[in-house]
């Protein structure tokens, strides 16, 4: 199966990402961040990230940045001073931890993009769900969701809302997609219908056939 890009009334033009320092283990992993770099390039989105050359935010970031895209980097001094990152990809910025990381991201970025990572990446996304939570920001989370990697997370947030602890709005915030371009389609769509009634599903597929793989 593939994505189905389309274009919608509103188009992202910024964008934030959320991955490792790691390659990790996975092929897939590598071969998603290149098709994601690629795309973003395509589709002349700009980025911003954690900064550095390093893992797979290194190779989406140099992918965008060498195909003359424009790119931002944050990176925390403490990590910064340990000079592990290699060169930097267009213009970089020293904040004072990860939480001011996504504090200067969130005011750029019309939304996140979230790629397989550790605990790291996944503080800066549970960052983003209690910001989302707590009526702070409002922006759709993408989860690339590669070899089913966020399935037990998606899950979670599921039964957040379930036991009511979580509101059907906010989790809204947070989609997922298998596929590159289908996920920057669902972040576009969300931002072009952010209320309730309108369903991305609905929208490219009103017959509402079975087409899904289901977690």
């Not at 990809?89 to 550790?118: R, T």
């Not at 989370?141 to 990697?149: F, H, I, K």
């Not at 947070?174 to 209320?195: C, H, M, N």
Request: aromatic share 14%.
């Amino acid at each position: 199966m593939e994505g189905t890009s389309r274009t919608f009334p509103y188009t992202i033009k910024f964008v934030g990402l959320l991955c490792s320092h790691a390659l990790g283990r996975n092929p897939r992993f590598m071969a998603t961040a290149v098709d994601l770099g690629r795309e973003l390039v395509r589709q002349k989105i700009r980025l911003t990230y954690g900064g550095g050359n390093v893992g797979l935010q290194g190779v989406v970031a140099s992918i965008v940045y060498t195909n003359g895209g424009i790119v931002r980097g944050f990176i925390p001094g403490y990590i910064a001073t340990r000079h592990v990152y290699g060169p930097i990809y267009g213009a970089e910025y020293i904040v004072s931890s990860n939480y001011y990381k996504y504090f200067e991201m969130n005011p750029i970025v019309e939304a996140f993009i979230v790629l397989p990572g550790g605990i790291d990446n996944i503080e800066g996304l549970f960052t983003l769900i209690s910001w989302a939570s707590e009526g702070l920001h409002s922006k759709p989370n993408g989860l690339l969701n590669t070899d089913r990697y966020f399935n037990k997370l998606i899950k979670f947030l599921d039964d957040a809302v379930r036991h009511n602890f979580m509101a059907s709005s906010q989790r809204k915030l947070f989609i997922y997609s298998f596929f590159v371009d289908e996920l920057l389609d669902k972040l576009a769509f969300a931002k072009a219908f952010p209320g309730p009634g309108t369903h991305y599903d609905e929208f490219v597929n009103p017959r509402g056939l079975d087409l899904e793989l289901h977690l």
